[in-house]
């Protein structure tokens, strides 16, 4: 079946550019949730949405970083006014249902670069 | 807080050879513990996890780890690799309690393989 996917793949922002990035989990999966990967780095727990309700998005690094789920599927997250610090892999990850014990099923991530 | 130390940032190993991936974790329960891995331009791939019961647990890939809860250790371990093994490795560490459950990860372990 289809696993997750995120689109775009890549993205190259200038600098106060807002970006939306798209993220299409596994069909039927409860949990979603938003990394963000720096170079080198790994990744970093941004939010986390169970359905189309945000319940923990203590991980956003500044109020310039926004996501949503509104239908309890597809997710996007948006960045307003980009900045270099920005920069990095951002990845979305689903699970099937609530509890920490399942796995979490990756996507390839958007790789993006704020010039 | 929880927290993942993986001590090595870059391994290499023989084709062959025997491999061991460290990894300690700071966690105040019981955790759920998870081994990923990360080829270039890929997403995360789960390798194996644990969350109680046996502390030997075997994975895909010919990959086992084990569960020192007295060493906060969930070391990964392959007895033979192969020249596709090389890429990028995260333990990561999960809640086990009610709430948000989402991934704390290590900085990884980049595994270069020499044919």
């Known amino acids: 079946g289809a696993g997750v996917s995120q689109s775009p793949r890549y993205k190259v922002a200038k600098r106060g550019q807002d970006v939306a990035l798209r993220c299409d989990p596994i069909s039927g999966h409860v949990s979603l949730f938003w990394y963000q990967q720096a170079l080198g780095q790994g990744p970093e727990f941004l939010t986390y949405f169970q359905n189309e309700a945000q319940l923990d998005k203590s991980g956003l690094p500044s109020d310039r970083f926004f996501a949503e789920r509104p239908e309890g599927s597809v997710s996007t997250l948006k960045i307003q006014r980009t900045q270099q610090e920005d920069s990095a892999v951002y990845l979305c990850?689903?699970?099937?249902?609530?509890?920490?014990?399942?796995?979490?099923?990756f996507g390839p991530g958007t790789r993006l670069t704020v010039l | 807080a929880q927290s993942v130390t993986q001590p090595d940032i870059h391994i290499t190993v023989s084709e062959g050879a025997s491999l061991e991936l460290r990894c300690n974790y700071s966690y105040g329960a019981t955790p759920y513990l998870f081994w990923y891995v990360q080829s270039p331009g890929q997403g995360l791939q789960l390798l194996l996890k644990?969350?109680?019961?046996?502390?030997l647990v075997q994975g895909i890939k010919g990959f086992e780890a084990e569960f020192k809860r007295s060493q906060s250790s969930f070391n990964l371990r392959k007895p033979s690799v192969h020249w596709s093994d090389a890429a990028e490795y995260f333990c990561a560490v999960g809640r086990s309690g009610a709430g948000s459950y989402q991934l704390t990860f290590g900085k990884g372990t980049k595994l270069s393989v020499i044919p």
């Open positions: 644990y969350f109680s019961g046996d502390t």
């Open positions: 990850a689903s699970s099937l249902s609530t509890s920490g014990a399942n796995e979490q099923f």
